[in-house]
């Protein structure tokens, strides 16, 4: 199984991009995926979160700014991420609770970050 990030890139304060994340492999089911980020010097954190149902949660420094959605037919998870600040900037990492066929269980999995700056 592999989590697969496209999408990050520089944008100016004020800007937009729209992150994809792809789960491909042996995957029987997948419950929640999230995004994370990690600026530097600091620690990784949450930044949103969906799980199958789709009932999402956020972080509240990106509540009303950012939105999660995924498509369970192509087990792809977005993040819509409008009114950007500088303080965004970060590898954004996606993550996942999958089951693979076979498996009795789900394991949580880490996709390669992809580097999200906002400068003017």
């Known amino acids: 199984v592999q989590l697969q990030a496209y999408g990050g890139g520089l944008v100016q304060p004020g800007g937009s991009l729209r992150l994809s994340c792809v789960a491909s492999g042996s995957i029987f089911s997948i419950n929640a995926m999230g995004w994370y980020r990690q600026a530097p010097g600091k620690q990784r954190e949450l930044v949103a979160h969906?799980?199958?149902?789709?009932?999402?949660n956020y972080a509240d420094s990106v509540k009303g700014r950012f939105t999660i959605s995924r498509d369970n037919a192509k087990n792809t998870v977005y993040l819509q991420m409008n009114s950007l600040k500088t303080e965004d900037t970060a590898v954004y990492y996606c993550n996942a609770d999958i089951k693979r066929f076979a498996s009795r269980s789900s394991r949580n999995y880490w996709g390669q970050g992809t580097q999200v700056t906002v400068s003017s």
């Open positions: 969906i799980i199958s149902g789709g009932s999402t």
